[in-house]
């Protein structure tokens, strides 16, 4: 029971997400948090003050001038009692008051008066996400020392449509908390790490594009173990079927010049971990149209696509720690140390992709289990087969390790 003894505000704005706070409350109250709950007007049309009190067991808190719960506890005190205030949904317009100042409700209130940590958990519209406004109101709240999980993206609820702006789980949420309560006794607590996962997807037109097997599970294991140990993960994930990784940031892109533009603006970053299998090449133009069967020449012009850990390897914000994987089928060690070199790196993790590599079933690639071997610039270390999880718990330690030094 992580949160055992602790005491969270959560606040729950008004956006179509403020369902996923009825999980978020139990979850919470499962690693032994005490929830107390504030809900905005506009949070109590998507959901009622009923069920959020028969979960969190407690007084919800709705109204500044409500004369009793005033006389009761008071908004300083509500505000002041908790350890960690949270904010899910953060609502655009519950960043813009808190950016600006206001507190004409007990939400906006509260969230002024509080001396203690507060997480907000975004969720909008991908085009509220991106309006100049809230990206201002974001950067503004986020040098005030306000911490976000999120937002995610992925289909929004309501609308279907595609885009960064959902809200995090309430797992991810969870772990947000348990990460910034346990601030300071965590190994990576403060380090902002970028991982790069899965494959990228090349366009040839519309319906058709070069990719390759990766799964993305080593990457997102790698991106959720760095998290469990304090890390500000931000991970870019190519397209992949798998979800989210728990506590870290997530990024979908498609293609290496997205990927490679994604990880640019994640940095500076204390470390770099690339574990996507980026395509080498992309076709030279991508047609708008769908290419007619009998429009296809016997050859596709083939144009050769950013090499990302070797442009962040050599970098003029360089992290202090920059590990590449590298998928090999033949010479793994020798190769693993020429590409270190080469890309600037300070660690390849190679991997035997071949078909005969031993691990099974499924191979390295979309399989659950890895065999690697960690090069680095004065050693090799020959890792035994195992989970792909047990292979991130082991390098988000040696991350650990090598930052500290
Ligand atoms: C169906 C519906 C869904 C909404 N979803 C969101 C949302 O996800 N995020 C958001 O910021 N605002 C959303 N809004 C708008 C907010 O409810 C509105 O800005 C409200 O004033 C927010 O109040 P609050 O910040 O005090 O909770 C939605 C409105 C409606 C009618």
Redesign the pocket.
Known sequence: MALSGKRVLLII?????AYKCLDLIRRLREQGAAVRCIM????Q?FITPLSVGALSADHVFTDLFDRQDEQDVGHIRLAREADLVAVA?A????MA?LAHGLAN?L?SAVLLATDKPVLMAP???PA?WSHPATRRNFETLAKDGIRFTGPNSGEMA?SGEAGEGRMAEPLEIVAAIENILDDGKKPLAGKRIVVTSGPTHEAIDPVRYIANRSSGKQGHAIAAALARLGADVHLISGPVTIPNPVGARTVHVESAREMREAVESCLPADAGIFVAAVADWRAETQSAEKIKKGKYGSTLTLSENPDILAEIGHHGSRPQLVIGFAAETENVIENARVKLLKKGADIIVANDVSHDSGVGPGGVMGGARNRVQVVGTEHVEEWPEMSKDAVAERLAALVAERLAK
């Open positions: 704005g008004g956006g179509i997400a905005t007007r506009a949070a049309e949904p609502t655009a317009d519950l008051k409700d939400a969720a909008m519209n509220m309501e």
